[in-house]
C-alpha cells in the first residue's frame, strides 16, 4: 500500500466549458537586503514596487530584524508579503520588522485582498497593523513579539481595523491539518484487481474504521469491506446476465444486509445502452446471488443509479417526462423508492433545466437530504458519465418522503478559485457522519479549458438552527503520491474520502481528512488592545494566540483588552468547525473525545478584559474560544478582569454548538479570568449557549473564574442562556455564584444548565449559589436545569426580585434526578423581599417537574420578608421516580419548605390536583411554618418524613391548610401534623 501525506481533490466529471481571458503572473519582488533604504532589495524597495503593480508578491531570500528609520509607505495596491518564504522558515517568523517607534504597517483603500504573511512586526509607535482596506488577511505572524518569542509590544493595538475596512481575515480558517492518501495499486492490499474506479463510500454497519467501498473493476462491479489503508476483502458483482457491471453506492441493509445499487449493460438491448439495478443480500451471495432488481426509467437510453439509503436511491436518467415538473432538456434526476420497486419523484432545482442526483443521506422520521448539481442549459449528458452538466453548481435539498415534498434548496459555488476565474461545480456524494453536519465530495472545473483543470474537494456544511444549511468551507484534494496527478474526489463518508487520480496513469486512491487547530498569528505583548474592530463589519478573528507566549501557556498581555469592538457587528471570533470535540460524549452515550475546537483563539493574560464588546456593537458571534485558560485548555491564563464582556450592545452571541449537534463541540470555554466569566451589562438580545464558564475545557476540572460566571446587569434584555438540548451550558466552579441576574434585568431565561456541576459528572462547585436573581426586571426564566453541589444554594430569589418563574428543574439532585449532588444550602432560598415569583410549571421537559431534594439545608426555604411566592407540582425530598407504594428518597437533610419570620402569602399547592406538591423522605419535617402568615398550603402530600409532616409555631395568622395527604411521618401516626405552638392557622385535614 502506498501512502502520501498531505492535500485532497476529484474527477468524476470533466467538463466542456467555454474559456475565459488568460491572465498574466503577477509580479514578484524580493527582498535580498535587511537595510532600510529606497535601495532595490530592500523592503521598503519592494513595497513601492508592489503599490505600482497590482497583485504583486513580496517574497524575501534574507532571514533577520529590518530596523526602520521612518514610517513605511502605506500599502496602496492588492499585494502578498509573504515572510515564509525566507530562509529557514519552519513555522514561526524569522523576519521581523522593527518599527522603532515609527508607525506600524498600514494597508490603506485601493488594498483590498492584500495577504500579510510571515513577519514580526513590533515597536510600532501606532498599530502593528492598521487595515482601512477590506478582504485583508494578516496570517501567521507574530504581532508585538519578536521571531524568539519575546515581548517586543506595538504602542497602540496589535491590529487596527477601522470602520472603512470590512471582511478581513486576522489569523486563519483552514480546519484541516493533513490528509493522509492511500492508492489501490498493490494486490496485498485489495484483493481484486485492477480497482478501475472508486464510485461509493459508506462506514460498515456502527464502525467508524471498517468501510464499504464500491466501483468497478473492469467489467465487473466491485465492493470492498475493511479499513482505508487496505487488508480487507474484495467482492466481485455482476448483474445476472449482464456484459458489465458497475457499483456506484453502497449502505447497510437491515438485519445484517448490505445494499448496492449501480448501473449495468446487457448485450441486445437495442435501444437501452445502460439500466440502474439494486442488489440486497449478504457478501457469501456475490458476485451473481442475492436480490438483484433492475431499475429502468421509463423511455430512458442511459440511466445511473447512483446512491441509496434508507428506503430510497437517487440517480439520472437521459430522458424527460412529457408531463409533470420535469425540466426541459436531455437529462432527469430520480427518486426510486426501494421498499416499492417504484418511482417516487423527479428532482427540479428551482429555475434549472437540468438537474442531477449523486448522494442521498437519511436522517431519520422520513427525511433525507439529496445532492448533486444543477444548470440553466438543458443539456444533461448521460452518455459520458464524465460529463453530466455544463455550467453547473452543486446543490444540497431536503425531501419529506411522506409528502412528497422538497424544501432548503441551496446551491454552491467552488470558493477557492482564483478571482476573475469561474468554477463549474458539482456534488458526488454526502454524509452526516456527526450531527448537524454534512461532509460532501464535489469535483469542480474551471472555465478555460476543455480538459480541466479539475478541482475536486472535501465539502463541509454545517444544519442552520432554522434547518436550512450554511455556506460550506471547501478543502482542496491533491493527491501528493509518486504519481500525482489531476485528483477526482467521487464518495465521502465523514472525513473519509474516495475517487480517482489521473496523471501518468489512473488510478483509484482513498484519502482521511484530518481536522485541527493550527496556529496563526501571536497577538501579545501590545500597549493598547491584541485586536482592535473600530465600526466595522463582517471580519474573522480565527487561529489567534491573543495576550500569551507562541506556545499559548503563559501570559504576555496585550495592556488593554485581548479583543476590542466599538460600534462593530457582524464579526465572528473563533469558528464553528468542530472537528473530533466531543468532550461530554454524544449525550453521554459514547466516550468523551476532547480537542481544541478547529478555528478558535485562545485569549488569555490581558491587562483587562480577554473580549469587550462595546458602545452599540451588534450581531457579532464567539465560537470555539479559550477564554482565561492556556491553550490546552485544562489550565488557568486569566484576563484580568472579565473573561467576554458586552456593554451596551444588543444581540451578541457565545454559540458553542448548532441545535442539530452534540452539545460543546465547539464551544467556548471561559474560565479563570479575575473578575466574571462573562458579564453583561444593558446588553440587550444576549444568546449564550452550549458554553464552559468555569470549568476547564475538558469537563473533569474546575478553573474558577473569580467573579460570577456569567453576570446579567443594569437593564439587559431578553437574554437567553443556553435552550433545547444541546444548547445547555456549564456554569460551574466559580468563586462567587454561578449566574447572577441583577438591577433591572427582564427577559432572563436559563434553561439547561449545569449550574454547580460537570456535564452529566459530578460536582464543580460554584462558592455561592448555582443561580442568583436578585433582578426586579421580571419575566426571568429557569428552566430544565441541574443547580446542584454549590457551597451555598442551588437557586437564591433575593433582594426585591419579581417574576420569576422556575420550571422543571432539579436543585440537589444528579442529571438523572436519581441521588444527590447535595448544595450545601438549600435547593432554593427566597429572601429579601422577593415577591410574585413561582416554583413549578409545566412545560414540556426531560425532567418532568421541579424537583428540590438532598440538599444540606431545606428543600425550599422562604425567609426575610418574602412575600406572596408560589411553590407547586414539585417534588421536594425525592427524586422522579414514584409507584404505588415506592419512593425514591433524596431527602433534604435539614427539612422540606421551610417559611420562617415575616414571611407571608405563599401559596403551597393548590386547588387543582395538577398544582399538588409531594414534599416526602425527608430528614427533618416535610412543611416547617415559623412566624410567617397569609400562607395556603393546600392538597399537597406530605409523607414519610423523619420528623412531623407538617409543624407550625409562632404568629401565622390568615395561614390555611387543608386537604393535604399527611402518612407516615415522624415515629407516630400523632407526629403528622402539630400546630399547638401556633397561633392564626385554619387547619382542615
Given amino acids: 500500500m502506498k501512502k502520501s501525506s498531505f492535500a485532497p481533490f476529484s474527477l468524476t466529471f470533466i467538463l466542456s466549458v467555454f474559456a475565459l481571458p488568460f491572465s498574466l503572473a503577477a509580479a514578484t519582488y524580493t527582498v535580498t537586503s535587511l537595510d532600510d533604504s529606497?535601495?532595490?532589495?530592500?523592503?521598503?524597495?519592494?513595497?513601492?514596487?508592489?503599490?505600482?503593480?497590482?497583485?504583486?508578491?513580496?517574497?524575501?531570500?534574507?532571514?533577520?530584524?529590518?530596523?526602520?528609520?521612518?514610517?513605511?509607505?502605506?500599502?496602496?495596491?492588492?499585494?502578498?508579503?509573504?515572510?515564509?518564504?525566507?530562509?529557514?522558515?519552519?513555522?514561526?517568523?524569522?523576519?521581523?520588522?522593527?518599527?522603532?517607534?515609527?508607525?506600524?504597517?498600514?494597508?490603506?483603500?485601493?488594498?483590498?485582498?492584500?495577504?500579510?504573511?510571515?513577519?514580526?512586526?513590533?515597536?510600532?509607535?501606532?498599530?502593528?497593523?492598521?487595515?482601512?482596506?477590506?478582504?485583508?488577511?494578516?496570517?501567521?505572524n507574530y504581532i508585538g513579539l519578536t521571531p524568539s518569542g519575546a515581548a517586543a509590544g506595538n504602542r497602540g493595538d496589535g491590529v487596527k481595523i477601522m470602520a472603512s475596512s470590512r471582511e478581513n481575515l486576522i489569523g486563519g480558517t483552514d480546519p484541516v491539518t493533513g490528509i493522509n492518501f492511500f492508492n489501490t495499486t498493490d494486490n496485498g492490499d485489495f484483493s481484486i484487481q485492477p480497482v478501475s474506479a472508486w464510485q461509493g463510500l459508506r462506514n460498515h454497519g456502527s464502525s467508524t474504521v471498517q468501510f464499504l467501498l464500491c466501483g468497478t473493476s473492469d467489467s465487473n462491479g466491485l465492493l470492498y469491506i475493511g479499513g482505508l489503508s487496505g487488508g480487507g476483502t474484495s467482492y466481485k458483482v455482476q448483474f445476472?446476465?449482464?456484459a458489465t457491471?458497475?457499483?456506484?453506492?453502497?449502505?447497510?441493509?437491515?438485519?445484517?444486509?448490505?445494499?448496492?445499487?449501480?448501473?449495468?449493460?446487457?448485450?441486445?438491448?437495442?435501444?437501452?445502452?445502460?439500466?440502474?439495478?439494486?442488489?440486497?443480500?449478504?457478501?457469501?451471495?456475490?458476485?451473481?446471488?442475492?436480490?438483484?432488481r433492475s431499475i429502468n426509467y421509463p423511455g430512458a437510453k442511459y440511466q445511473f443509479t447512483h446512491s441509496t439509503m434508507g428506503d430510497l436511491a437517487v440517480g439520472n436518467a437521459d430522458r424527460s417526462p412529457k408531463t409533470g415538473k420535469a425540466p426541459i432538456g436531455s437529462g432527469v434526476a430520480y427518486i426510486y423508492d426501494v421498499s416499492k420497486s417504484a418511482f417516487a419523484t423527479n428532482i427540479v432545482f428551482p429555475g434549472s433545466k437540468s438537474t442531477t442526483a449523486y448522494g442521498i443521506w437519511y436522517n431519520g422520521h422520513d427525511k433525507y437530504t439529496i445532492c448533486g448539481g444543477y444548470s440553466l442549459l438543458g443539456t444533461n449528458n448521460l452518455k459520458d458519465q464524465s460529463r453530466p452538466l455544463a455550467r453547473g453548481l452543486g446543490y444540497l435539498v431536503d425531501y419529506d418522503a411522506k409528502t412528497g415534498e422538497f424544501s432548503h434548496w441551496k446551491s454552491y459555488r467552488y470558493r477557492n478559485g482564483k478571482r476573475a476565474r469561474t468554477f463549474v461545480t458539482h456534488f458526488e456524494g454526502i454524509?452526516?457522519?456527526?450531527?448537524?453536519?454534512?461532509?460532501?465530495?464535489?469535483?469542480?472545473?474551471?472555465?478555460?479549458?476543455?480538459?480541466?483543470?479539475?478541482?475536486?474537494?472535501?465539502?463541509?456544511?454545517?444544519?442552520?438552527?432554522?434547518?436550512?444549511?450554511?455556506?460550506?468551507?471547501?478543502?482542496?484534494?491533491?493527491?501528493?503520491?509518486?504519481?500525482?496527478?489531476?485528483?477526482?474526489?467521487?464518495?465521502v463518508y465523514g472525513?473519509?474520502?474516495?475517487?480517482?487520480?489521473?496523471?501518468?496513469?489512473?488510478?483509484?486512491?482513498?484519502?482521511?481528512?484530518?481536522?485541527?487547530?493550527?496556529?496563526?498569528?501571536?497577538?501579545?505583548?501590545?500597549?493598547?488592545?491584541?485586536?482592535?474592530?473600530?465600526?466595522?463589519?463582517?471580519?474573522?478573528?480565527?487561529?489567534?494566540y491573543i495576550g500569551t507566549n507562541p506556545a499559548g501557556t503563559a501570559a504576555i498581555a496585550n495592556k488593554k483588552n485581548g479583543i476590542f469592538l466599538m460600534r462593530a457587528s457582524g464579526n465572528l471570533i473563533g469558528g464553528q468547525e468542530a472537528g473530533a470535540n466531543n468532550p461530554t460524549g454524544t449525550e453521554n452515550s459514547v466516550p468523551a473525545v476532547y480537542n481544541v475546537p478547529p478555528q478558535g483563539n485562545t485569549i488569555s493574560g490581558n491587562g483587562i478584559n480577554g473580549v469587550l464588546i462595546a458602545n452599540a456593537s451588534t450581531n457579532n458571534v464567539l465560537s470555539g474560544n479559550f477564554i482565561g485558560i492556556d491553550s490546552s485548555g485544562d489550565k488557568p491564563l486569566g484576563n484580568r478582569?472579565?473573561?467576554?464582556?458586552?456593554?451596551?450592545?444588543?444581540?451578541?452571541?457565545?454559540?458553542?454548538?448548532?441545535?442539530?449537534q452534540d452539545p460543546f463541540v465547539f464551544y467556548n470555554v471561559v474560565s479563570g479570568n479575575g473578575r466574571d466569566g462573562v458579564r453583561l451589562t444593558n446588553a440587550n438580545n444576549a444568546t449564550v449557549q452550549a458554553n464552559f464558564l468555569g470549568i476547564a475545557a475538558n469537563n473533569s476540572v474546575t478553573i474558577p473564574n473569580a467573579g460570577e460566571g456569567l453576570n446579567v446587569t443594569g437593564s439587559s434584555q431578553n437574554t437567553t442562556v443556553g435552550g433545547v438540548i444541546p444548547l445547555g451550558n456549564v456554569i460551574s466552579g466559580n468563586k462567587k455564584n454561578g449566574i447572577a441576574v441583577r438591577d433591572t434585568a427582564s427577559g432572563f431565561i436559563s434553561f439547561n444548565t449545569f449550574g454547580g456541576g460537570f456535564a452529566f459528572g459530578g460536582k464543580a462547585p460554584n462558592g455561592r449559589d448555582g443561580i442568583l436573581i436578585t433582578s426586579t426586571g421580571g419575566n426571568n426564566v429557569i428552566q430544565t436545569c441541574i443547580l446542584s453541589g454549590n457551597i451555598g444554594n442551588g437557586l437564591e430569589i433575593g433582594g426585591n426580585a419579581t417574576g420569576v418563574q422556575v420550571m422543571d428543574t432539579a436543585c440537589g439532585t444528579t442529571t438523572n434526578?436519581?441521588?444527590?449532588?447535595?448544595?450545601?444550602?438549600?435547593?432554593?432560598?427566597?429572601?429579601?423581599?422577593?415577591?410574585?415569583?413561582?416554583?413549578?410549571?409545566?412545560?414540556?421537559?426531560?425532567?418532568?417537574?421541579?424537583?428540590?431534594?438532598?440538599?444540606?439545608?431545606?428543600?425550599?426555604?422562604?425567609?426575610?420578608?418574602?412575600?406572596?411566592?408560589?411553590?407547586?407540582?414539585?417534588?421536594?425530598?425525592?427524586?422522579?421516580?414514584?409507584?404505588?407504594?415506592?419512593?425514591?428518597?433524596?431527602?433534604?437533610?435539614?427539612?422540606?419548605?421551610?417559611?420562617?419570620?415575616?414571611?407571608?402569602?405563599?401559596?403551597?399547592?393548590?386547588?387543582?390536583?395538577?398544582?399538588?406538591?409531594?414534599?416526602?423522605?425527608?430528614?427533618?419535617?416535610?412543611?416547617?411554618?415559623?412566624?410567617?402568615?397569609?400562607n395556603s398550603v393546600i392538597n399537597n402530600v406530605i409523607q414519610l418524613n423523619t420528623q412531623f409532616g407538617i409543624f407550625a409555631t409562632g404568629a401565622c395568622a390568615g395561614t390555611t391548610i387543608t386537604g393535604n395527604t399527611t402518612t407516615g411521618n415522624g415515629s407516630s401516626a400523632g407526629d403528622n401534623v402539630d400546630i399547638a405552638g401556633a397561633s392564626g392557622i385554619s387547619f382542615t385535614p
Wanted: a positive charge.
Fill in 38 to 140: 529606497s535601495a532595490a532589495g530592500t523592503l521598503r524597495w519592494a513595497i513601492g514596487q508592489a503599490n505600482a503593480t497590482a497583485d504583486s508578491k513580496i517574497a524575501f531570500n534574507v532571514s533577520g530584524t529590518i530596523s526602520l528609520a521612518s514610517a513605511l509607505p502605506a500599502i496602496t495596491r492588492s499585494m502578498t508579503i509573504d515572510g515564509t518564504t525566507a530562509p529557514s522558515f519552519s513555522g514561526a517568523p524569522v523576519v521581523a520588522v522593527d518599527f522603532s517607534g515609527n508607525p506600524g504597517l498600514s494597508v490603506g483603500k485601493g488594498a483590498n485582498r492584500t495577504v500579510i504573511r510571515g513577519l514580526s512586526l513590533v515597536h510600532a509607535g501606532t498599530a502593528g497593523i492598521t487595515l482601512r482596506a477590506s478582504k485583508v488577511t494578516v496570517d501567521g
Fill in 240 to 242: 445476472p446476465g449482464a
Fill in 245 to 292: 457491471t458497475s457499483v456506484y453506492g453502497p449502505d447497510n441493509g437491515k438485519n445484517g444486509t448490505l445494499r448496492l445499487v449501480g448501473s449495468y449493460t446487457r448485450n441486445g438491448d437495442g435501444p437501452v445502452y445502460n439500466h440502474g439495478f439494486v442488489w440486497d443480500g449478504t457478501v457469501t451471495a456475490l458476485p451473481g446471488g442475492g436480490r438483484y
Fill in 431 to 491: 454524509s452526516s457522519a456527526e450531527p448537524g453536519v454534512y461532509t460532501l465530495s464535489a469535483d469542480s472545473v474551471k472555465r478555460g479549458s476543455k480538459k480541466g483543470p479539475i478541482q475536486g474537494s472535501w465539502v463541509s456544511v454545517r444544519r442552520n438552527p432554522n434547518g436550512t444549511f450554511s455556506d460550506a468551507q471547501w478543502v482542496d484534494l491533491n493527491y501528493t503520491g509518486e504519481r500525482a496527478g489531476v485528483t477526482s474526489s467521487n464518495s
Fill in 495 to 544: 472525513n473519509n474520502v474516495v475517487g480517482l487520480v489521473a496523471g501518468s496513469s489512473i488510478f483509484s486512491f482513498q484519502a482521511a481528512v484530518q481536522v485541527g487547530f493550527q496556529l496563526s498569528n501571536v497577538i501579545s505583548g501590545n500597549r493598547g488592545n491584541g485586536v482592535g474592530i473600530y465600526g466595522s463589519k463582517g471580519n474573522i478573528v480565527a487561529q489567534n
Fill in 641 to 660: 478582569l472579565d473573561g467576554v464582556a458586552i456593554e451596551n450592545s444588543a444581540n451578541n452571541s457565545l454559540i458553542g454548538c448548532t441545535l442539530r
Fill in 817 to 934: 434526578i436519581g441521588t444527590a449532588l447535595a448544595n450545601q444550602g438549600s435547593g432554593v432560598v427566597i429572601s429579601g423581599t422577593a415577591h410574585g415569583n413561582a416554583l413549578g410549571g409545566f412545560a414540556p421537559s426531560v425532567e418532568g417537574r421541579t424537583h428540590f431534594s438532598g440538599n444540606v439545608g431545606y428543600g425550599v426555604a422562604v425567609i426575610d420578608q418574602a412575600h406572596d411566592n408560589f411553590i407547586f407540582n414539585s417534588n421536594v425530598g425525592t427524586g422522579h421516580i414514584f409507584t404505588s407504594g415506592s419512593e425514591q428518597s433524596i431527602p433534604n437533610q435539614t427539612g422540606g419548605i421551610y417559611l420562617g419570620p415575616g414571611t407571608s402569602g405563599t401559596t403551597i399547592g393548590g386547588t387543582r390536583t395538577i398544582l399538588a406538591n409531594r414534599i416526602n423522605t425527608n430528614t427533618g419535617g416535610g412543611l416547617i411554618i415559623e412566624g410567617s402568615a397569609r
